[in-house]
């Protein structure tokens, strides 16, 4: 039975790797916890490397998974929901908590035989999987799902882009960004038309930005200018993103006395661009 109140729901997206989607929807959900006290979950369907579990200190018990998010994107999915007297058992034990809030599917090895599979189903089907997974499976648990989708257009991130509708594009500073964003645009615009879905830009901004190199100034300032409806805070470069990551927590993990100043600002921003992204959405 589907759910009385579907959660908001977004994804971050980039056809690119390096740029700080993980990060993000790592920040931007323990955020939308702390600050906005909402039930969120994070799925990771990035890949095998489970970043997000590693980023919440948690990569080695995500490891051990006995009922993996790949399951969701196959026709058994479908006996389990319906043979199993408490599929809510079933989803308890993919979920894993984390020490800052939101809680986390991690991302499991048949990510890549699930894409795979997927490309012998019918269009029409192919890629609603996790849209239902959500909508009738997560029932009233949580008020915001955040999934964190591969740097390419597969058949799992298609089901992901299905699924949030709304789109998080973090960017990297550099000559060829703004072309990756207008690339990112024409790709949902022609997805849109040609699967009849909705798929938004809900939120664009600048990461990793050294504010002493011109090109960053530069970049930030063309994407004010592109897009001012959709544009987040800018995340200044800080060794402190990868000081937490290596310790397994994010930027809110670590005490007042022990952040960098750089890891401030940068935590700052992304508490705005959760607000900016919950407001976009919310609409």
Same mark, same amino acid.
């Given at each position: #039975?589907?759910?009385?109140?579907r959660?908001?729901t977004a994804?971050?997206?980039?056809e690119?790797?390096g740029?700080g989607?993980?990060?993000?929807?790592?920040h931007?959900a323990?955020?939308?916890?702390?600050?906005?006290g909402?039930?969120?979950?994070?799925?990771d369907?990035a890949g095998t490397?489970?970043?997000?579990a590693?980023?919440?200190?948690?990569?080695?018990v995500?490891? +051990?998974?006995?009922?993996?998010?790949s399951?969701?994107?196959g026709s058994?999915?479908d006996f389990?929901r319906?043979?199993?007297p408490?599929?809510?058992?079933?989803v308890e034990? #993919?979920v894993?908590?984390?020490a800052?809030?939101?809680?986390?599917?991690?991302a499991d090895?048949?990510l890549?035989?699930a894409?795979n599979?997927l490309?012998?189903?019918?269009?029409?089907?192919?890629?609603?999987?996790?849209?239902s997974?959500i909508?009738?499976?997560?029932?009233d648990?949580?008020?915001l799902?955040? #999934?964190?989708?591969?740097?390419?257009?597969?058949?799992?991130a298609l089901?992901g882009l299905?699924?949030?509708e709304n789109?998080i594009?973090p960017l990297?500073p550099?000559a060829?960004?703004?072309n990756?964003?207008q690339?990112?645009?024409a790709?949902l615009?022609?997805?849109?038309?040609?699967?009849?879905v909705?798929?938004?830009?809900?939120l664009?901004?600048?990461? #990793?930005v +050294?504010?002493?190199?011109?090109l960053?100034?530069?970049?930030?300032d063309e994407l004010?200018?592109s897009?001012?409806?959709?544009?987040?805070?800018?995340?200044?470069a800080?060794?402190?993103?990868?000081?937490g990551?290596d310790?397994?927590?994010?930027?809110?993990?670590?005490?007042? +006395?022990?952040?960098?100043?750089?890891a401030d600002?940068?935590?700052d921003a992304?508490?705005?661009?959760?607000?900016?992204?919950l407001?976009n959405?919310?609409?």
């Open positions: #039975m589907a759910n009385k109140n959660p908001l994804a971050t997206y980039v690119k790797g740029v989607k993980t990060t993000t929807a790592a931007v323990v955020a939308a916890c702390q600050d906005h909402l039930d969120t979950l994070l799925i369907l490397q489970n970043d997000l590693t980023q919440f200190g948690l990569g080695e995500a490891g +051990d998974v006995d009922a993996p998010i399951a969701v994107f058994d999915w389990i319906e043979n199993v408490d599929i809510s058992n079933v034990r #993919m894993f908590e984390t800052e809030g939101p809680d986390l599917i991690p090895p048949g890549g035989g894409d599979n490309a012998n189903v019918v269009v029409e089907q192919r890629y609603e999987f996790l849209r997974f909508d009738e499976d997560l029932g648990r949580y008020d799902v955040l #999934m964190d989708l591969p740097g390419k257009e597969d058949n799992i089901n299905f699924a949030a789109v594009a990297k550099g060829f960004e703004e990756q964003l690339k990112l645009e790709t615009a022609e997805i849109n038309d040609d699967l009849g909705d798929l938004r830009l809900a664009v901004f600048a990461t #990793m +050294d504010g002493r190199v011109s960053h100034d530069e970049f930030v004010e200018q897009h001012p409806e959709l544009l987040g805070q800018p995340i200044p800080t060794a402190g993103v990868g000081n990551q310790a397994g927590h994010t930027l809110f993990g670590f005490d007042d +006395d022990d952040r960098l100043a750089s600002r940068a935590l992304y508490r705005e661009n959760a607000d900016r992204l407001t959405i919310s609409n």
